[in-house]
């Protein structure tokens, strides 16, 4: 909200003219010091929250990359970033582009709710309420088409024949909405996705000539691939919604079955549909070919709903994939279901890899029937013998869920940089805390582990399990240090003790607050 101070001097004067001692006819009232121009960066303001709202203040629309130490992707983001705004600088003035580094501003984090890197939101009018986010977007060409729908037309109105061939052959990918009438709720919803999906072309016509044209006689949504339709879909007032489209839409940007390697692990990610089925399967093996024809045949049906993904199980580079779901040479070949959302895994009860059994194991899991797949390590005998706990699937619950304890948890991936990094400083933790009975420092491979009422995050990450029948597990956000560590105990147990009057755990340090965490960009499989 923009604050404005009106300050009113009453110089009246009922009679005459003021003397001229008063007022010197050579006097100016002083004018208000012009701020300097912000800095910019090949096109890009370089935001920092003392300058933030001004930026906001001064700008129509303003699109804003939040990044942290630049990574990689990071990087490559930045690049195209600054490319788009270069072509926006005279063709859209009013649409600017920034950037900010929030590597040591959690409170913007939190207030903006960025938890992963680079993310990019779009500022409207100034206002700092509910931005929105562009995701999936990576390529220069696609920043200027997305931040022209939110600011213009999100589709082109076709009103000959000629002007949809142009816009069909015009890429790989293309949209076309034919409806009786441009005034409707699927029109509303057409128009809403259009925005979402910068990658491709839009067009929408309400011709009958253009209709008889393609064959079309109600209300539908036609998908082309490389000038011709792939998919049509009839469109019903109140029955589709935007991610139900944007989610069928982008699934052709995609094969129907995707194999899962370095170039299309992030266009994989980037389709909003959070089940994938993975087939592990050598490429090589004398059965592959019917294994595959199978599973693309069974990926028809159930398009948008849940993406088909193959793992060559022969390329060495897919390790990191194997160990995440667990898949052993003996498996081979397996079937498995994750869901995004909530890191569930299903295993395909049958065997054989049939067209039959995959239909019938993709639709018991979208109706809510199919069987969680869970692993656990068996529980080391010396589980409790050292300053940090182990926990394995089968002893998590009996541990981090005993309401005598406080129990505080490392869940750790082996193969991560990070989680070796800071293993020593969690086992320093565990020996700080050794003599207190009410505290347990503990970890658990979460890898090899599968705990159903944890929601993971970034490796590593941690959450803390309160004693006491009214204290619900909190996630920990703060610095990865052990005086970090030791504080949020601290300040957590500071909160515990209030009601009852109870004394600190540990008692080592008080009137501590607890630290925001560095988040750096995701880990892919």
């Known amino acids: 909200m923009k604050t404005q101070h009106f300050f009113l001097l009453p110089l009246l004067f009922f009679t005459g003219f003021p003397a001229a001692d008063i007022v010197s006819p050579n006097k100016s009232n002083p004018k208000k010091a012009k701020l300097p121009k912000m800095k910019k960066e090949n096109n890009v303001l370089l935001l920092k929250k003392s300058n933030f709202d001004r930026a906001l203040n001064e700008t129509k629309y303003l699109l804003v990359e939040f990044y942290v130490s630049l990574p990689q992707s990071s990087r490559n983001l930045s690049e195209e970033f600054a490319k788009a705004a270069q072509q926006l600088k005279k063709e859209a003035p009013r649409i600017q582009f920034g950037k900010m580094d929030v590597t040591h501003q959690p409170d913007l984090r939190k207030e903006f709710n960025i938890q992963e890197f680079p993310t990019v939101k779009f500022f409207v009018d100034g206002s700092k309420k509910d931005p929105i986010d562009c995701k999936g977007v990576r390529q220069a060409s696609a920043f200027i088409t997305w931040v022209k729908r939110r600011t213009g037309p999100s589709t082109v109105l076709i009103n000959s024949t000629d ?40 067009g929408m016509t309400a011709s009958e000539d253009i209709h008889a044209n393609y064959g079309i006689q109600r209300n539908t949504l036609v998908v082309f691939k490389k000038g011709k339709p792939v998919h049509n879909e009839v469109l019903e007032d109140g029955r589709q919604n935007k991610l139900d489209l944007m989610r069928l839409i982008k699934t052709f940007s995609l094969d129907l079955v995707t194999e899962y390697n370095l170039e299309t692990s992030v266009k994989i990610f980037d389709v909003p549909v959070e089940n994938h089925i993975l087939l592990f399967t050598p490429m090589n093996s004398e059965t592959f070919s019917a294994i595959y024809e199978n599973y693309k045949s069974a ?23 194997f160990e995440y779901f667990r898949i052993r040479d003996v498996d081979i070949p397996a079937v498995r279901i994750l869901n995004l959302t909530s890191n569930a895994m299903y295993k395909m009860p049958a065997d054989e890899v049939t067209v039959e059994n995959l239909k019938e194991f993709c639709q018991s899991y979208l109706n809510g029937k199919a069987k969680l797949h869970l692993s656990s390590e068996e529980i080391p005998e010396d589980w409790d013998k050292m300053p940090v706990k182990v926990l394995v699937g089968k002893n998590f619950n009996s541990i981090a869920f005993n309401k005598t304890m406080t129990v505080f948890v490392m869940f750790y991936a082996p193969w991560s940089y990070d989680c070796r990094k800071l293993l020593p400083i969690w086992d320093k933790l565990g020996e700080q805390y050794a003599s207190h009975k009410d ?15 944890i929601g993971s995050g970034r490796y590593p990450f941690f959450r803390l399990f309160p004693a006491g029948p009214d204290h619900q597990e909190v996630v920990y956000t703060g610095e ?23 004394e600190p755990l540990g008692g080592i340090k008080e009137d501590l607050s607890q630290r925001e965490t560095v988040i750096t960009e995701k880990e892919e499989l």
């Not at 076309?176 to 441009?182: N, S």
């Not at 159930?302 to 022969?314: A, D, E, S, W």
């Not at 970090?484 to 515990?496: G, N, T």
């Open 480 to 502: 990865h240090t052990l005086e970090a560590f030791s504080e949020f105990l601290e300040e957590q147990s500071k909160r515990k003790a209030e009601p009852g009057e109870k």
């Open 163 to 202: 002007q949809a061939e142009a816009i069909i052959n015009a890429d790989d990918l293309a949209v076309i909405g034919f409806f009786k009438e441009l005034r409707n709720d699927s029109v509303e919803v057409f128009c809403e996705t259009a925005r979402d999906v910068p990658e491709m072309p839009f």
């Open 439 to 453: 505290i347990i420092i503990a970890k658990t491979d979460i890898t090899a582990n599968d705990i159903l009422s």
């Open 299 to 321: 990926a028809v049906e159930f398009r948008g709903k849940i993406m088909f993904v193959l793992v060559n199980t022969n390329e060495t580079r897919n390790g990191r994939v």
